[in-house]
């Protein structure tokens, strides 16, 4: 049942805690995520309080942002639990978040429509002018160039590969960026991901042109 004292709780809870987060997974990018998770979950008509509680916790587990990945699952458990999340919603909200990280296009197939909105809604946040803007900070936190004309778009990579190989910003575009609308899992987000995904076709354009002095 919808709760909106538990969703206003976790809210505060997942601000205070990613308010200052340096890779792109800051408070604005869970902000970002949950407003277009409840967008499509009304369009598709799933249930609004999963999809809003995996949304607002989605990144909480994620790799990049924690040392140990099964204590941070815990603890999600242990705040579900104490805000008075069913434990069978708890388990579908876990299930969420462990399961739609893109992993260098290595996932796993999700199977409720409250997952794939959830996915959905973060691929999103990874396209368009945001997407963009994102991508950039990121190389620029890992120290990654702008653009390197000598390395080759990576088709094939493992986990580890996708995370600590050398690239580029623009690579990113190839290795992920433009892959996401094809991957969209509902029609609401595919038809939202269309325009994004144009203008990033665009951006590219005027990128190349530039770097060749044009
Ligand atoms: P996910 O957890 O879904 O795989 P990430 O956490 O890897 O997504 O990515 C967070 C943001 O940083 C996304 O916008 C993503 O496109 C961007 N990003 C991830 N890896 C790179 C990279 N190697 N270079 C540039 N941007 C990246
Ligand atoms: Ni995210």
Redesign the pocket.
């Known amino acids: 049942m919808y709760n909106e004292t538990i969703i206003n709780d976790t809210k505060e809870m997942v601000r205070g805690k990613l308010l200052n987060e340096g890779t792109?997974?800051d408070w604005y990018h869970i902000e970002r995520v949950w407003k277009t998770a409840v967008t499509l979950a009304e369009k598709e008509k799933a249930n609004r309080f999963i999809v809003e509680l995996a949304a607002l916790l989605h990144d909480l587990i994620?790799d990049?942002l924690v040392s140990n990945k099964d204590e941070a699952v815990q603890e999600v458990m242990y705040w579900l639990e104490g805000v008075g999340v069913t434990s069978k919603d708890s388990e579908r909200i876990l299930e969420i978040i462990e399961t739609i990280?893109?992993?260098g296009g290595n996932s796993k197939k999700l199977h409720t429509l409250e997952a794939q909105i959830v996915q959905d809604a973060?691929r999103l946040?990874?396209i368009g002018a945001i997407?963009i803007a994102?991508?950039f900070a990121?190389?620029g936190s890992?120290g990654?160039p702008l653009f390197d004309p000598e390395l080759s778009v990576r088709e094939k990579m493992t986990e580890e590969e996708y995370r600590k190989g050398k690239?580029s910003?623009v690579h990113?575009f190839y290795e992920?960026?433009l892959k996401l609308k094809d991957l969209m899992n509902t029609g609401a987000a595919r038809e939202m991901a269309e325009e994004r995904h144009a203008f990033m076709e665009d951006y590219l354009t005027h990128f190349f042109n530039e770097w060749e002095g044009q």
Do not use: E, M, T, V
């Open positions: 792109g997974h994620d990049k990280s893109f992993k973060d946040d990874a997407g994102r991508c990121y190389a890992k990654d690239s910003a990113h992920k960026l």
